[in-house]
Each structure stands twice: as structure tokens, then as C-alpha cells.
Nanobody
Framework: QVQLVESGGGLVQTGGSLRLSCAGS????????MGWFRQAPGNEREFVAG????????YYADSVKDRFTISRDNAKNTVYLEISSLKPADTAVYYC????????????????????WGQGTQVTVSS
């Protein structure tokens, strides 16, 4: 079992920045392709960014490309999401997920392929 705990969310103004963290416990996250998703009220959970097991591959949704940066520190068992130039449309609960994969360079962008999820952290962007 893997437990994931997100933190770092909050209320920011348009154009602001936040750094979200996802701390893992129970097992080493180095065995998992990791991803960040978000869900706004009334919407489905959508992919935001993903990173391969070794951090060598990263993939972003078009809506956040050039504004969001995903990274991981396997030694700290933690994944990060730096979010900048925030817009009100970025308001959502942000979730991190872990997908158990043998391939070290694979990035997973489909929610159904994730095995574990955190409880989420709220990001609210005011206009």
C-alpha cells in the first residue's frame, strides 16, 4: 500500500504561484510513475502533469504547459508541482496519483491507470 498526502494549496491572486507537494509513505515512490490531476466542481478529474519513475520524462496538459512544472525527489519520496501564472480557471482540488509501472520512462496520463491517490489539496485563484 502507498499513502499519498498532498500539501501546499491555498488562495492566491491571478498571476500568483504555488508549490504543491505530494509525500509518499508505505512504499518507495521510485517504483511508480507519478501524476497530478485536478477536479473542479461539476467537472471530471483531468490530467495536469506526469513524470516517469526516473524523472527523465515529463508530460503536461496543453492548458498548463509553460506554466506548471512537475518534478520528483525519490530520495525524499516526494513529488512536486510548481504552478505559476495562475488563472481563475486553475481553481480546483489538485490530486497526486501513483501508477505502478515497470518501465522507468513511462508517463501515465489516464486516471484509470493510477493505483493510488491522495486526498487532494485545494487551489483557489481569485480574479
Amino acid at each position: 500500500q502507498v499513502q499519498l498526502v498532498e500539501s501546499g494549496g491555498g488562495l492566491v491572486q491571478t498571476g500568483g504561484s504555488l508549490r504543491l507537494s505530494c509525500a509518499g509513505s508505505g512504499r518507495t515512490l521510485s517504483m511508480y510513475s507519478m501524476g497530478w490531476f485536478r477536479q473542479a466542481p461539476g467537472n471530471e478529474r483531468e490530467f495536469v502533469a506526469g513524470i516517469s519513475r526516473n524523472g527523465g520524462n515529463k508530460y503536461y496538459a496543453d492548458s498548463v504547459k509553460d506554466r506548471f512544472t512537475i518534478s520528483r525527489d525519490n530520495a525524499k519520496n516526494t513529488v512536486y508541482l510548481e504552478i505559476s501564472s495562475l488563472k481563475p480557471a486553475d481553481t480546483a482540488v489538485y490530486y497526486c496519483g501513483a501508477s505502478l509501472r515497470l518501465a522507468t520512462m513511462l508517463v501515465v496520463s489516464t486516471a484509470a491507470m493510477y493505483d493510488y491517490w491522495g486526498q487532494g489539496t485545494q487551489v483557489t485563484v481569485s480574479s
